[in-house]
């Protein structure tokens, strides 16, 4: 596609429900990230994927979060059990190659609401 | 671990004039790259100017422009000519050599004044 997709772009959720985000990255793009934005702050790194692998989990706030990306195209971003502290904006991105000088492109971001 | 520190949280300019928008880091690193990107209220985070640490000129992308001072960590951007549609919040954002991900400041609300 023209560039990176996320579905739903606002989800709301009642505390203890599980959702699940999706991204669709810029086709052809070997890297894949995934970022939590709160409110009036700048995102923060949550997981990294090269192709199917996930390299980086490390940002992943507890056991409740899971990423996958099982065929190295569409990722999906699974939160358990949600808690209201998870209301964020969770952004994905891509890049090409994932070399440290290759370009990000984010997407749109998911607005998830946990009442 | 890396930080990234954008110390005005609100910016206002006039539409034609220029704005200057302040970042520092820090880092024990030698080899890294900065980034300025802007984020309208659509969400959607824009590459505006990359600067190579290695790079002692600075990064120039049209109206905008950076200010890298690498002893001093400082990576400030200069919006010249300022429009309307410069508004936005701009994160300033680091990342290393070796690591994937970024690391973002957080952030400075832009308002172009008509």
């Known amino acids: 596609g023209a560039g990176v997709s996320q579905s739903p772009r606002y989800k709301v959720a009642k505390r203890g429900q599980d959702v699940a985000l999706r991204c669709d990255p810029i086709?052809?793009?070997?890297?894949l990230f995934w970022y939590q934005q709160a409110l009036g702050q700048g995102p923060e790194f949550l997981t990294y994927?090269?192709?199917?692998?996930?390299?980086?989990k490390s940002g992943l706030p507890s056991d409740r979060f899971f990423a996958e990306r099982p065929e190295g195209s569409v990722s999906t971003l699974k939160i358990q059990r949600t808690q209201q502290e998870d209301s964020a904006v969770y952004l994905c991105?891509?890049?090409?190659?994932?070399?440290?000088?290759?370009?990000?492109?984010f997407g749109p971001g998911t607005r998830l609401t946990v009442l | 671990a890396q930080t990234v520190t954008q110390s005005q949280p609100e910016m206002s300019v006039q539409e034609a004039e220029t704005v200057t928008l302040s970042c520092t880091y820090d880092?024990?690193?030698?080899?890294?790259?900065l980034f300025w990107y802007k984020q309208p209220p659509s969400r959607q985070m824009i590459l505006v100017i990359r600067?190579?640490?290695?790079?002692?000129q600075n990064a120039t992308e049209n109206r905008f422009s950076v200010n890298f001072q690498k002893a001093a960590k400082s990576f400030s951007l200069k919006i010249s000519d300022s429009q309307l549609g410069d508004a936005a919040m701009y994160f300033c954002?680091?990342?290393?050599?070796?690591?994937?991900?970024?690391?973002f400041g957080p952030g400075t609300r832009l308002s172009v004044l008509p």
């Open positions: 991105a891509s890049s090409l190659v994932g070399g440290s000088t290759d370009t990000q492109y």
């Open positions: 086709s052809g793009h070997v890297s």
């Open positions: 994927f090269q192709n199917e692998a996930q390299l980086d």
């Open positions: 880092t024990s690193e030698s080899d890294y790259y």
């Open positions: 600067q190579e640490a290695y790079k002692q």
């Open positions: 954002a680091y990342r290393d050599n070796y690591g994937q991900n970024f690391v």
